[in-house]
């Protein structure tokens, strides 16, 4: 296994400029990937991507070598061709904006295909290799595209850093960016250029086919985890180099491999474990929040319950036993069980030989529930002038998410009331 | 509530939520047949939900609504729908005539041959709503009162005994709107029922008999003189409502159920 | 032109129409880029599918990709409907993922497969009459590929016929449809169906990129001009075949992929109808 020390440790002098030249390469589109998926333009850079290799072919045909500088400009202008055209063809309404894409997407990729099938049916000796560019070839790098990826990430990182205001506001809410005076068309332009640019560069690793990944999935990942876009294009920058290290492992592991697939697939697993495990947004959290909720609502209920035992009996605090509290018609017995156990640990309930009751603390928590659930009647028969035998239900769930602030204002839009719909008493809020 | 003798559209314990967001809220009414009859409220106050509701175009939570005393399903054959008119792509490459003829698919069904009955109804439709000429010009080119009208010539072509419009005056000229309202006037007269989403309060004393008020809860349902009061419009429009929003936000926020179980 | 020539032309012919009727819908319902989600995703399907069954059997490959371009169109509205992300990313966070493994697979298993990289990406078209059969022994001899295009279009055109209310209407104005009682999502799966199986069967021959062209091709150059559906319909059939014609000519011409000069040509196509469009509508 020396070969994976090897890697790790850059020993192999092509590592050193294959493993910094991804990681650049990566790394920037992904930044710049932020602002193609804030303004919901993700699709476009997928056309873009397609769009460049026929450039690319032109830049090798006119040229009769591979050079780097050349293929950049050829690929740049194609690129910036096809964003064009898309543009063109939405606002003077000839095409929706998908179709003009996916169009623009298909027939430059076909003009690219048939260059790029021409020249090498042309025996040209050099050309080999050119089909790289398809699915990309990390391990193709030299020094020369090195330093040029080196130049052109910074100039793109520095743009980013001084326009950030500006790109932020364009990519959020651009009439109000417009209203306010910033040059807005400049903007989306360089933004637009700086997408051209960052694929022009970047699919000498991942490749035309899937270059549009790179833009989309480390910039949604970050997404999931932040709401600030300085942290959103750190994160998205992290993630775009983690793939495309991962790429270029592949790329130095298993030479016959296309590093761009790899790029891609590991750039998507970060994707979707983020969009899994992120707190808040991500699925998981959302799963257990939901849990959660259940939770909370059984518990609220079971103490209402208890104060309803308590309001009846004209007792505070009365026993109830276990049998008499699973006949409870709306609750299950198992989640009648879970709920009297979590509200014992909570000691919100004590159990005293097979009887419940409620403990000083459960009580004054149980009638901040069932004030809340009665104003909360009360406000729905006021203002929604729904009848009181249909409050219930609808009162039902809401209650258990008014906060105090809510409360307070309830209390004052209904003037700090004391019955309900029900003619029943409205506990008062401290006693 | 009101009752009423024979009922066009009966709704009863209606509750909609949309995006985890109570939109209509317990609405009971019965409204009577033959009349014109505008549902009234402020910008979202769920006048298009209430509509749609009435169609099973969106989910109820609770409830149920009833078109002449039975399912939708049973009744689909006498019930017209017009939507607002910018729901749908006027780029479409369909003539009007295409349009007004979609109105006979209901009783031709997806396979059932057109006949010449079937045209004939089309192009009385389409003279009735003075579009005879336009019936083969494609509907891109067509301004939006004519597009309305196109809409209208198609419920016309359903045969239908009842009419839900949403919003047909939005966006149409002066005389478009004139002649629509005559034209609805002229169905009634006919007998047939017309629900209208409307949310112009000064012309909707001149055009509707009946008015349902509507703030997501139900204000009020009725004769037009008796719902067109003073107190009863300060309530649907004063946006008093702002708690429940605000506990509506919340609940999407933090992801709870609109209803236990 | 000799008999290979023909084979090639009429087998790129079928295949432009099984995209072009489908693909009408696709452009209406402003689902170009689904359209091309679908045609990147069935390739995992097809290999996969290969793998398993260890044949190129059409019987095992055709449902197999069918429902990786199913599943593409499901994850995509559940990453839309269930965890919110904007349609423009789920389609590409998914099309590219699928498109990934699948090349993955094809250079991992070239030897089993057949297919290669360069497959996947322009079709192997040209070789179309090296692999010829006929349905009775002895019968009448035609490229496999043909035949299997030519029975898509069959039922293509059987479903479209039949199914042309409830298509129409549920594009055109979902909400009525539901009115009248036409399930709209009935047909919205309908049309993915057809759409990933013209897909699967295009992709052997002209490669993924390029069945987006005749998908939405043919059909944004007849929306042009088309005053009503039919007739529209019809008009991506003329410039479905008219591209595949040209495209053929000028490939042999350059000595270069046929599916890259079909993509070419409807390009090509496209701008003289705008311009068309433009001087004289």
């Known amino acids: 296994m020396g070969w994976i020390s090897d890697f790790l440790l850059l020993n192999d002098p092509t590592l050193r400029v294959v493993v910094p030249g991804v990681l650049l390469l990566c790394g920037m589109s992904a930044a710049v990937g932020c602002f193609t998926f804030l303004r919901k333009k993700s699709l476009i850079g997928d056309a873009v991507s397609h769009s460049v290799l026929p450039g690319i072919c032109i830049a090798f045909i006119l040229n009769g070598e591979k050079n780097i500088f050349y293929f950049l400009l050829g690929a740049m202008i194609s690129g910036l061709a096809s964003v064009l055209i898309i543009d063109y063809l939405t606002k003077s309404r000839f095409a929706r904006n998908d179709t003009a894409i996916a169009l623009m997407l298909s027939v430059f990729f076909g003009l690219g295909i048939v260059l790029l099938t021409y020249i090498q049916h042309q025996g040209n000796a050099s050309q080999a290799g050119l089909d790289s560019f398809l699915f990309g ?50 903007l989306k332009s360089l933004l637009s250029v700086l997408t051209v640019w960052s694929i022009a ?41 983690l793939s495309g290290y991962s790429g270029a492992f592949v790329s130095y592991a298993l030479p016959q491999m296309p590093t761009g697939p790899w790029i891609v697939v590991m750039a998507s697993v970060i994707a979707f474990g983020s969009l899994l495990l992120a707190p808040r947004k991500g699925l998981f959290s959302q799963i257990i929040e939901r849990n959660n909720n259940e939770k909370k609502i059984l518990q609220e209920n079971i103490l209402k319950i208890f104060y309803h035992i308590d309001e009846k009996s004209g007792e505070t605090q009365k026993a109830v036993l276990q049998e008499d509290l699973l006949n409870q018609r709306s609750f299950s017995n198992r989640n009648m069980r879970k709920g009297l156990r979590i509200l014992e640990r909570k000691n919100y309930l004590s159990n005293h030989l097979g009887a419940w009751s409620l403990t000083s603390s459960g009580r004054v928590e149980a009638k901040r529930i069932v004030r809340l659930h009665r104003l909360w009647e009360l406000y729905l028969q006021e203002y929604l002038h729904l009848d009181p035998d249909h409050v219930h239900d609808d009162a039902e769930a809401m209650e258990h998410v008014i906060t105090p602030e809510i409360e307070a204002q309830l209390d004052v839009l209904l003037g700090n009331p004391t019955i309900d719909p029900h003619q029943t008493q409205i506990p008062s809020k401290d006693e | 509530m009101k009752e009423v003798k024979s009922s066009s559209v009966e709704v009863h314990n209606l509750t909609v939520i949309y995006h985890r967001k109570p939109v209509l809220w317990n609405i009971d009414f019965q409204l009577p047949e033959g009349k014109l009859i505008g549902i009234m409220g402020p910008n979202g106050a769920g006048k298009s939900t209430l509509m749609k509701a009435i169609l099973g175009l969106v989910p109820l939570n609770s409830g149920y609504a009833k078109i002449y005393d039975q399912d939708l399903k049973d009744v689909r054959s006498r019930v017209s729908y017009i939507p607002q008119r910018q729901t749908v792509d006027w780029d479409f490459p369909a003539t009007v005539k295409d349009v007004v003829m979609m109105g006979r698919y209901q009783h031709r069904g997806l396979f059932g041959r ?15 709503v003075a579009m005879q000429s336009f019936k083969n010009r494609q509907i891109a080119q067509l301004s939006g009162g004519q597009q309305q009208r196109v809409f209208l010539a198609r419920a016309l072509a ?19 709107e004139e002649s629509i309202v005559s034209m609805l006037r002229s169905l009634r007269d006919q007998g047939k029922t017309l629900i209208v989403v409307h949310h112009d309060l000064h012309t909707a004393r001149d055009y509707f008999d009946w008015i349902v008020l509507l703030n997501a809860s139900l204000i009020g349902v009725g004769p037009l003189d008796e719902i067109f009061t003073d107190e009863k419009l300060r309530t649907t429009y004063s946006g008093k409502l702002t708690v429940l929003s605000q506990v509506g936000d919340r609940l999407r926020e933090k992801n709870f159920p609109v209803r236990e179980k | 032109m000799n008999s290979n020539d023909l084979w090639i032309v009429f087998t790129a012919i079928a295949v432009a129409l099984i995209c072009a009727l489908p693909g009408c819908f696709l452009v209406l319902r402003r689902m170009a880029m689904v359209g091309d989600a679908i045609s990147h995703a069935v390739l995992p399907g097809i290999v996969i599918a290969y793998l398993l069954s260890g044949s190129r059997n059409t019987m095992y490959i055709l449902p197999g990709a069918a429902a990786a371009g199913m599943l593409v169109t499901v994850l995509i509205e559940w990453l839309q409907k269930r965890l919110r992300v904007q349609s423009d990313a789920s389609i590409g966070l998914v099309y590219t993922l699928l498109f990934a493994i699948g090349v993955i697979l094809v250079t991992a298993f070239t030897a089993q497969t057949d297919l290669d990289q360069e497959c996947v990406l322009y079709g192997e078209i040209a070789y179309v009459p090296f692999d010829m059969m006929s349905i009775v022994d002895g019968g009448f001899s035609a490229p496999r590929q043909l035949w299997i295009a030519s029975g898509l279009l069959t039922v293509l055109i059987i479903v479209i016929t039949l199914g042309y209310r409830g298509l129409y209407l549920s594009t055109f104005d979902p909400g009525y449809a539901t009115a009248i009682g036409i399930s709209v999502v009935f047909w919205h799966y309908i049309l993915m169906s057809m759409v990933s199986l013209a897909a699967v069967v295009s992709f052997e021959s002209v490669g993924a990129v390029l069945v987006v062209a005749l998908l939405t091709g043919p059909p944004a150059i007849a929306s042009l001009f088309a005053k009503r559906l039919p007739l529209m319909l019809l008009l991506a059939c003329v410039f479905g075949v008219l591209a595949c014609v040209f495209g053929y000519l000028i490939a042999s011409f350059l000595n270069a992929s046929i ?4 993509a070419v040509v409807i390009g090509v196509l496209y701008a003289f109808s705008l311009v068309i469009k433009k001087i004289f509508f």
Do not use: C
């Not at chain 1, 790098?141 to 790109?167: E, H, P, V």
């Not at chain 1, 949604?220 to 775009?240: D, E, H, V, Y």
């Open chain 2, 158 to 176: 359903q045969q239908a005994d009842l009419y839900l419009l949403d919003e047909p005056f939005v966006g149409v000229d002066a005389s478009t």
């Open chain 1, 201 to 241: 560069t970047g699919i000498q690793a991942v490749g035309v086919v899937l270059m549009a990944a790179l833009l989309i999935a480390p910039a949604l990942a970050a997404r999931m985890w932040t709401n600030s876009i300085i942290k959103m294009l750190l994160l998205a920058g992290i993630f775009g180099m």
């Open chain 2, 114 to 128: 057109i006949t010449a009955k079937d045209k004939e109804i089309v192009d009385e439709a389409l003279e009735q």
């Open chain 3, 259 to 262: 599916s890259g000069s079909i």
């Open chain 1, 137 to 186: 070839k990390a391990a193709s790098l030299n020094k020369d595209d090195l330093m040029i990826f080196g130049i052109s990430s910074l100039l793109i990182f520095l743009l980013i850093a001084f326009l950030l205001r500006g790109f932020s506001l364009v990519s959020f809410d651009d009439s109000f960016a417009m209203s306010i005076g910033f040059p807005v068309v400049w």
